[in-house]
């Protein structure tokens, strides 16, 4: 009888886990693909601006996703010696590499959930939405 455990292959390469599900466990957590919109879309870079534009997240929750994001060396956090204390973080390489990944999930959802995405979207042309979602895409705070 077969192992029921599904097996993973990239060409011939088996793989220890699935790709799609380590992503997702990286970037998956509530509030973690918000903070890196933010970072992306809006260049924010401090606690206190992700906690005043992220709907419904708290201090606790913020803190301990910037630790998890940081642990996974998707952000990095730079803390100056000033007084106060100033904190930063910014995307690493391997955060970068994430807005593709963002941007597609704007595209996806621009283009097949209209209803929930725009105002007025009988008047959004699909064929003419830019591939580049975010060069237009603002959040009002």
């Known amino acids: 009888m077969e192992d029921p455990k599904v097996q993973f292959m990239l060409e011939e390469t088996a793989c220890k886990s699935c790709p799609v599900n380590n992503t997702f466990n990286i970037i998956g957590k509530k509030f973690a693909i ?8 809006l260049k924010q870079k401090r606690f206190n601006e992700f906690l005043d534009s992220i709907e419904k997240i708290n201090p606790k929750t913020l803190s301990v996703r910037l630790k998890e994001m940081e642990k996974d060396k998707i952000i990095k956090r730079e803390v100056y010696n ?13 955060g970068e590499a994430l ?40 959040i009002q705070i």
Do not use: W
Not at 34 to 41: D, Y
Not at 89 to 94: A, F, G, I, Q, R
Not at 100 to 110: C, G, K, V
């Open 34 to 41: 918000l903070i890196l919109r933010n970072m992306i879309i």
């Open 82 to 94: 000033e007084k106060p204390v100033r904190i930063e973080y910014s995307l690493t390489k391997k």
């Open 99 to 138: 807005k593709p990944i963002l941007e597609q999930m704007a595209i996806f959802s621009m283009k097949y959930c209209c209803e929930q995405i725009f105002e007025n979207p009988k008047s959004v042309r699909l064929d003419q939405l830019d591939s580049d979602p975010f060069k237009k895409y603002r």
